[in-house]
């Protein structure tokens, strides 16, 4: 038999706000156990909440993001259950009405465009945390994550495959990074995935009996166990067995899904609206205020680069994966430009290709280095691509000095202990007036040099004439090295091949 998996996501946003949902105490990450949760944290008596207008605000900018409808009217309800790290018994949450309903996003799966619809966005606060590892024996609480605020993010089940909830997954991770609603550091915590897993027959629209998968804080981690646990349950169905609906933890170690309780319902928890919280009302005023306050969302601004800035869909689409990359880009494009030219006038393809290739390459190389924590500044990039397109240097030694600068940023960062943006305008034509890097532009300069390699190198002429193409290569390479890199190519093919031909 042929089987169709079914896949919901739950993704819990932790939000930027510098104090909890329903406290003042800080949402910093690596204090102490215990020194961020104040009384209202610890559920003493007599303490109210009172709500984080904050992440109120950052609600509704993922609602307007994502085309969703922004409730004017939202109710927090207890979710009653116990736990050792939930100090009052019940967390607050929302669930007959929450903030944002509806809304899709639209991600890319390989070379094909998904349609994922959401169901709903609430507002919720974190439990504590319990820590099994350090206590011998025995369980520790650490109650500084109680209170901090939660979007949780729900989907239709519309995704087929793990790598449909893994595109999906990146999708949003990426989107509430853009919209400065979540760092998304997923070592932290700030940013894990919760994944609902079933399996039909090919074919049937009924829905199979679903698993919750808890607590996925990597990509890779998501792929594999959706992967395991569908293998696990055609297993179970094709031995004659059932699915139970149970929640299940992956443990990347063993590469495999185990039970951890069985999976509570709607009715398990007892909701009911929180008496201590009233009715959240969002004004027109406080709605117009998000969406001016909206930056441009990634489709518009991919969009925006191929008609502005004449590229290829493929290249718009990695510029626009990343805010920063997407900013970054837009410095180093308008820096590039020479005199006269404007954004619609000019070629912005060699900057793209800088920014998407070796720009990346450099932030790969650092682990842990911030998305933010360019070496070099835009500016600087863009200045040497200037210098680049005009010919006063070639390509090559372009390259050679973006390593240079992206080099002295990291070692003054090394030394400062923060983020350098290393290399400034002056210093890019300073360094190529000095070191006499300005490239050979003079023709006869050029011709003489190619009547030398031609006469010194009479077998690769004669495979070239006898229809070798790499031997014409091998000849332009020792035009280049002969002038140290600093020929025109396009002066050295040129002369060459009419050399060759005569």
Known sequence: MKWEVVIGLETHAQLST??????????????????????????????????????????????????????RRSIFARKNYFYPDLPKGYQISQYELPIVEGGSMTVLVGDTEKTVRLTRAHLEEDAGKSLHEDHHGATGIDLNRAGTPLLEIVTEPDMRSSAEAVAYAKALHALVRWIDICDGNMQEGSFRCDANVSVRPAGTDKLGTRC?????????????????????????????????????????????????????????????????????????????????????????????FVENYRLSLTEARLLTSSYNIAGYFEGVAKTSLMDGESLGSADFKLCASWVINDIAAKMNEEENLPPWAFRVSSETVGHIIRRVREGIINAKTGKELLVRFWDEGQRKSAQSGGYIHGGYLQQVDELIRDEGLSQVSDGSAIEKIVDDVIQANAQQVADFRAGKEKAFNSLVGQVMKATKGKANPQQVNDILKRKLAE
């Open 18 to 71: 510098a104090s909890k949902i329903f406290s003042g105490a800080s949402t910093a990450f690596g204090a102490e156990p215990n020194t961020q949760a104040c009384a209202v944290d610890l559920a003493l008596p007599g303490v109210l909440p009172v709500l984080n207008k904050g992440a109120v605000e950052r609600a509704i900018r993922f609602g307007l993001a994502v085309g969703a409808k922004i409730n």
């Open 212 to 304: 919750e998968i808890k607590n996925l804080n990597s990509f890779r981690f998501l792929e594999k166990a959706i992967e395991y646990e569908v293998r696990r349950q055609i297993e179970v169905i094709e031995d004659g067995g059932k699915i139970v609906q149970e929640t299940r933890l992956y443990d990347p170690d063993k590469d495999e899904t185990r039970s951890m309780r069985s999976k509570e319902d709607a009715h398990d928890y007892r909701y009911f609206p929180d008496p201590d919280l009233l009715p959240l009302e969002i004004s027109e005023k406080l709605l117009t205020e998000v969406e001016e306050n909206l930056p441009e969302l990634p489709q518009q601004k991919k969009k925006r």
